[in-house]
């Protein structure tokens, strides 16, 4: 539950409906507003605060970090977190690091086919 | 931090066919606590001892600060409690209700007493007995909500509510707890609201509280670990394991003490490690109430 708060709020992040220095909800606010526990809400905003993606003024509230290409970084992660799900798939099939690259090459060769 | 709602210790209530025994609950103040339990387990016994309702064989209870029995009237003052078979007067009207309870209690508050008969949508005019069952525990719960309690005892509130009688009540309790200094205990068998609304869970069977925590504690260290096991090999021993099932070259381990070094372990033996679940609360609910019933059948 707390992994679906994270993704709703980095791709508020993310379209720019929450740009750098916006102030987020508080916790008790935004728990209220999704019908989520606190606790829950809690654990997602100190995710986003370790990963950089939010910073926390102590009693002041969360705000979106000052970072200029914080959409960028994000999609840069969401990409990690994709290859490394297909890393694990690819060592469930017991697949060499080359046949895994082969593969990669292959789906972006079929990519630039389709854009041509 | 200030001092807890609930503070419940080493309670015990034996009747002719039913023992409560060692029971001890903790809710802080700003939190939710889900009480879970299968029908019969004394979810009902333990809250209308935490109303002092029912007095205990032995044991502390202490709410909002007041001593259980002893002060029971004037910790009833800041306690709202429901239950399901509390009893309205059929023939009078909801209108005639809020009076009621207005004249009792001085902490009733008339604008959100109106500003809820809008989002339960019900009328002050309706006769009780008109109501049907989901209007009935909404109108319930208005009388009491309305008087803002700092502690609300709620026995199966949304039990047989339909989906969005149920998402108007979890919405009006998640906005109590916007209140810092305010809480709430609510007992269910349905663990979907619990797992979405409570901060603190505290599993109950048989007359025993068998597991506690808080709630994103309990959903990481339970997993279940999907294992292939190779020919004349066994899987290792992994710290918390609840229960084992094999057959052929799968083996599913289910454990209440996850951590990632499990994994490691698993394939240092040789195994596979094909996927790691995490749990629903009501897969991890059967599973340590089965659990505990073989270990106390042992």
């Keep these: 539950m707390y992994l679906q708060i994270i993704e709703q709020i980095r791709r508020r992040i993310a379209v720019g409906d929450w740009p750098p220095g916006y102030e987020l909800p508080s916790i008790r606010a935004l728990a209220a507003a999704v019908q989520v526990s606190v606790i829950t809400v809690k654990r997602a905003y100190l995710e986003l605060e370790r990963?950089?993606?939010?910073?926390?003024?102590?009693g002041k509230g969360s705000f979106v970090a000052e970072s200029a290409n914080l959409s960028t970084q994000l999609r840069q992660a969401e990409l990690d977190e994709h290859l490394a799900a297909a890393a694990r798939v690819g060592s469930v099939l017991g697949m060499s690091a080359g046949e895994l690259s082969d593969r990669l090459r292959a789906a972006i060769a079929a990519r630039d086919e389709k854009q041509s | 931090m200030s001092e807890p709602l609930i503070e419940a210790e080493a309670v015990e209530k034996t009747y002719r066919f039913f023992r409560l025994s060692d029971v001890a609950l903790r809710l802080e103040a700003g939190q939710i606590l889900g009480f879970v339990g299968p029908n019969g387990a004394g979810k009902s016994t333990t809250i209308r001892i935490l109303m002092g309702m029912v007095r205990q064989d032995r044991g502390s209870v202490r709410v909002l600060g007041r001593v259980l029995p002893q002060d029971q009237a004037a910790a009833k003052r800041e306690i709202g409690f429901v239950s399901e078979d509390m009893q309205l007067h059929g023939a009078a009207t909801l209108e005639w209700h809020m009076r009621f309870v207005a004249a009792?209690?001085?902490?009733w508050d008339a604008d959100y007493a109106q500003t809820l008969l809008r989002r339960f949508n019900l009328h002050r005019e309706q006769r009780i007995k008109a109501l049907s069952h989901g209007e009935r525990v909404k109108a319930t719960l208005l009388l009491v909500l309305a008087r803002r309690p700092r502690l609300l005892l709620l026995d199966e509130p949304t039990t047989g509510l339909d989906p969005v009688a149920r998402h108007e009540v979890l919405a009006e309790l998640m906005d109590v707890v916007r209140d810092e200094?305010?809480?709430?205990?609510?007992s269910s068998h349905n663990t979907q609201d619990v797992e979405q609304i409570s901060d603190q869970i505290t599993f109950i069977d048989r007359g025993r509280i068998i597991?506690?925590?808080?709630k994103e504690a309990f959903l990481d260290r339970w997993r279940r670990l999907n294992l292939e096991v190779p020919a004349g090999l066994t899987v290792p021993h992994l710290p918390g394991t609840i229960e084992?099932?094999?057959?052929?070259r799968i083996a599913v381990v289910t454990t209440s003490a996850y951590t990632p070094g499990m994994e490691e372990a698993c394939v240092r033996a040789g195994l596979t490690v094909r996927d790691v679940q995490r749990m629903t609360l009501?897969?991890?609910f059967v599973a340590n109430v089965m659990s505990h019933r073989q270990e106390r059948e042992q």
């Design chain 2, 104 to 107: 009792i209690y001085p902490g």
């Design chain 2, 211 to 214: 597991d506690s925590s808080d």
């Design chain 2, 244 to 248: 084992t099932t094999a057959s052929g």
């Design chain 2, 282 to 284: 009501e897969e991890i």
């Design chain 2, 181 to 186: 200094r305010r809480g709430i205990l609510f």
């Design chain 1, 51 to 58: 990963e950089g993606v939010i910073v926390t003024r102590q």
